[in-house]
């Protein structure tokens, strides 16, 4: 069994996240204003395999994900 290096790990927080937005039927311009960040920002962590924790409880707000589920899926490399 191979080791996955950073580069090939699945955005897996990410993949949530754009999964949660379009469940809400919401576009990426839309969450952004939700949180005061740019639509590129959001596009961003829709790539990410990591999301700094300041930003996890409005993104749980807005899309209606649980915290628990958003710090388990960006728990690896948050205790790396």
Same mark, same amino acid.
């Given at each position: 069994?191979?080791?996955? @290096?950073?580069? %090939? ?19 990426? /311009?839309? =969450?952004?204003?939700?949180? %005061?960040? %740019?639509?590129? @920002? =959001?596009?961003?962590? *829709? ?7 300041? %930003? /996890?409880?409005?993104?749980?707000? @807005? ?14 490399? *948050?205790?790396?």
């Amino acid at each position: 069994m191979t080791k996955r @290096t950073h580069h %090939n790990r699945k955005p897996i927080i990410g993949e949530a996240i754009k999964r949660g937005r379009i469940k809400k039927r919401m576009t990426a /311009l839309q =969450v952004a204003q939700c949180l %005061n960040v %740019n639509r590129s @920002t =959001v596009f961003i962590w *829709e790539k990410k395999d990591f999301i700094k924790p300041k %930003n /996890l409880q409005g993104l749980s707000e @807005t899309l209606d994900i649980s915290m628990r589920l958003l710090k388990s899926l960006n728990a690896e490399k *948050e205790n790396a």
